[in-house]
């Protein structure tokens, strides 16, 4: 147990990382770092509305209510904000953080357990839960392009923190499996029906890792005749999906471009192959996808090596749950882009990473010992590079920054104005992601902010509109750093070295 501990503390020490400063304070000021700084701004902003408001608003748009996302996340860390009064930033980025991943390495030894797996599997199991990560390094490498670590393309374990919506889904979705198991044993009526619930759920923490939830339960149903669990939680995801992402859009066809668009990278000098493909070498799409894969997915790819002796290891219905849904969600991933998001169908792929966990652990289980330190040595580079890149980050303060004078401007609006006022920002820094952190620290609701965010990726109507020909009247106060400048202002009620406020007079 103490090794499986050891696993588990290490794989916790190294997410933590990523988003234990995020509004860390320095120098008087906020310091955030270190990766997707612009998504952990708008999480902390849209967890700062539902404190008080549900449904949300947009925290970038006054007056326009949250489509097309998932939110129960965030509205699960509101209610415990809510209700315990705890500080934002640090339930968001520091409590529920740690939680999550402790938890998330526990179902697992939990689960482990119910399948009477070995601890050399389970072991092997948490290894890649917590530390899997490409190897394109190893690609580079072969290139001869020197062993670089500064390409990435797929987030590795270290980064599942950074975004609360797949890591509380992916613990939510371990915890369902735990849940599907005691229900394959018992056939309980109100263990399945809390299966269901459990699953059905994940719609509204993580689109893509609820429909790979149904898929699996509409297989298992299919197979097993049983379909009541399987319709009840595709009740439950239709209940909580269609009022917020009813409008969301469909898939489209998007071919081999994953694969041509990899090759075709400047840094891994492949690009003549790619030529040869548009030249006539459309057998070259097979390389394609087979680089594509191997270096993308590293040592996790060997999840796909299966044989009888180790899937019966495992409950045949959990195989057809897992096999069937990683199948189906990994084609989609794989050859589909959405209207609404684009090539955000690529979260398919990522979520394969926790999923494919298992079924790495059973093959390399198999492995003599050398070949075992292999993987792990293989596999360790990518995790620990990330680390050691956020450990620098913070060591050199390099991140996202909010100044003592920022601060001081933004307390002026929080503590001298209307909770109602609306506030505006110059539309350089508007069309900022990052910009949405005015939302959060001042409690003001914005005119619009984080337009080339999650403005457009959400579709939101008339933002454009916003941020092109401000309506004055609008909106109540003007914050404008120094460095930027607004079209129109009015009376100057605050003013230091970083920031002025403006009133906007009202006729």
Not at 40 to 57: G, M, N, R, S
Not at 134 to 144: N, P, S
Not at 182 to 198: E, N, Q, Y
Not at 487 to 505: A, R, T, Y
Request: proline residues 5%.
């Amino acid at each position: 147990m103490a090794k499986t501990l050891a696993i588990i503390a290490v794989g916790v020490l190294l997410q933590l990382f990523a988003v234990w400063f995020l509004g860390a304070s320095r120098d008087g000021g906020l310091f955030f770092c270190c990766r997707g700084v612009p998504d952990d701004i708008y999480h902390l902003a849209l967890t700062h509305q539902l404190v008080t408001q549900f449904p949300p608003e947009e925290p970038g748009m006054v007056g326009t209510v949250v489509k097309n996302y998932h939110y129960l996340s965030s509205l699960a860390m509101a209610d415990f904000i809510r209700v315990f009064h705890l500080p934002l930033t640090a339930t968001v980025y520091q409590y529920f953080p740690l939680l999550v991943s402790i938890l998330l390495g526990l179902t697992t030894v939990v689960t482990a357990q119910l399948l009477q797996l070995s601890n050399k599997i389970t072991r092997l199991w948490l290894f890649f839960l917590y530390f899997h990560g490409d190897i394109l390094y190893l690609l580079l490498f072969l290139r001869g392009k020197g062993l670089n670590f500064d390409v990435t393309i797929f987030d590795d374990a270290t980064k599942l923190l950074a975004g609360p919506p797949r890591s509380f889904s992916i613990l939510l979705l371990f915890t369902g499996l735990v849940m599907l198991l005691l229900w394959i044993r018992k056939r309980s009526w109100l263990t399945g029906v809390l299966t269901a619930v459990v699953l059905g759920s994940l719609m509204g923490f993580k689109v893509y890792t609820g429909i790979f939830a149904l898929v699996g339960l509409a297989a298992l149903g299919l197979y097993s005749k049983r379909l009541l669990v399987p319709a009840l939680a595709l009740i439950v995801s239709l209940a909580i999906y269609l009022p917020v992402n009813g409008a969301s859009g469909g898939l489209a066809w998007n071919g081999f471009y994953r694969f041509d668009d990899f090759v075709a990278q400047p840094a891994f000098g492949l690009a003549n192959l790619e030529l040869a493909r548009l030249a006539g070498a459309g057998y070259l799409v097979i390389i394609f996808a087979a680089l594509y894969f191997v270096f993308l997915y590293g040592a996790t790819i060997l999840a796909f090596f299966q044989s009888r002796k180790t899937l019966s290891l495992l409950p045949k219905e959990l195989v057809i749950f897992l096999l069937s849904a990683i199948a189906i969600t990994g084609f989609v991933g794989t050859f589909f882009v959405q209207s609404v998001g684009g090539l955000n169908t690529v979260q398919f792929l990522i979520s394969l990473y926790f999923v494919g966990a298992l079924f790495a652990a059973l093959t390399v289980s198999r492995f003599p010992k050398l070949a075992i330190a292999l993987v792990i040595l293989l596999t360790l580079p990518r995790p620990f590079y990330e680390a050691w890149g956020n450990i620098q980050m913070i060591k050199n303060g390099q991140g996202f920054f909010v100044s003592a004078g920022q601060l001081e401007a933004l307390n002026f609006l929080k503590n001298n104005t209307p909770t109602t006022s609306v506030v505006a920002l110059p539309p350089d820094l508007a069309r900022q992601e990052v910009s949405l952190y005015v939302r959060f620290l001042a409690d003001r609701p914005l005119y619009v902010a984080g337009y080339t965010g999650v403005l457009q990726d959400h579709q939101v109507a008339g933002a454009k509109e916003r941020l092109d020909k401000p309506d004055l009247g609008k909106i109540d106060y003007l914050y404008v750093p120094k460095q930027y400048s607004f079209p129109s202002s009015g009376q100057k009620v605050f003013e230091n070295q970083d920031v002025s406020v403006f009133q906007i007079p009202k006729i």
